[in-house]
């Protein structure tokens, strides 16, 4: 019941995310018809920044609920939290250094710049919320559902390198080991490979 509740949570925020879409799409071709100008301008680059990201949400989450399995889906909605994260603060912070610059540019009187500054974090700024708004999402998603992050998977390398190591003879690892010392009673290195096996390294002559 667990699984099928997240994975219908899941659902519940595509149709949310396709219905926010849809939204924007219709605000920018309908609701700032009235305005004019740079007005127009500023209002159009930020609601492109939200269907932008919004738009990204929706196509992550349903590439993510295409999996049958329930394990990965967590662990993808887990991935894409800290992806949007990562984006919010990265936008945030490109956002306080442009501002900044702003600042500098209306104190020296740089004012054809400083309008060309306004748009960028006009843009920055509808980044910053919309990639805080999908986080949240997300982030309210996986506290209501009370899930916990499945450990990630082997990749494919890993795995076969831990598979050849299991062929080992376990002879060859004793005659190295030699009750972790070597002939002259050296203590020797050991690797650490998967859980809890150990291989004996001797130290070169």
């Known amino acids: 019941m667990e699984s099928e509740s997240f994975r219908s949570r899941v659902m519940a925020l595509i149709q949310k995310s396709r219905r ?7 605000a920018g071709s ?4 009235r305005l004019e100008g ?15 990201i919004n738009g ?5 989450l349903t590439e993510a609920a295409d999996s049958p399995n329930t394990k990965k889906l967590i662990y993808d909605i887990f991935a894409l939290r800290n992806e949007f994260q990562s984006l919010w603060r990265s936008s945030e912070s490109e956002l306080v250094t442009s501002q900044r610059e702003l600042i500098a540019c209306a104190e020296r009187g740089d004012f054809i710049k400083a309008t060309s500054l306004a748009t960028v974090l006009v843009s920055l700024k509808a980044r910053v919320q919309a990639g805080q708004a999908a986080h949240h ?7 209501k559902s009370r899930v916990v992050r499945p450990a990630a998977e082997l990749s494919e390398d890993g795995a076969t390198v831990l598979s050849t190591l299991e062929l080992l003879d376990e002879q060859a690892i004793d005659e190295l080991a030699d009750d ?9 290195l ?16």
């Open 38 to 52: 740079a007005t127009a301008e500023l209002s159009g680059a930020q609601v492109a920044e939200w269907r932008e």
């Open 180 to 188: 972790g010392k070597d002939q002259r009673g050296v203590p020797q």
């Open 56 to 60: 990204l949400l929706l196509r992550k």
């Open 30 to 33: 309908a609701s700032f018809v």
């Open 190 to 205: 050991k690797l650490a490979v998967g859980a809890g096996k150990v291989i004996p390294l001797k130290r070169k002559s």
């Open 137 to 143: 999402e997300l982030d309210m998603l996986i506290k």
């Open 20 to 26: 926010a879409l849809r939204l924007y799409n219709s």
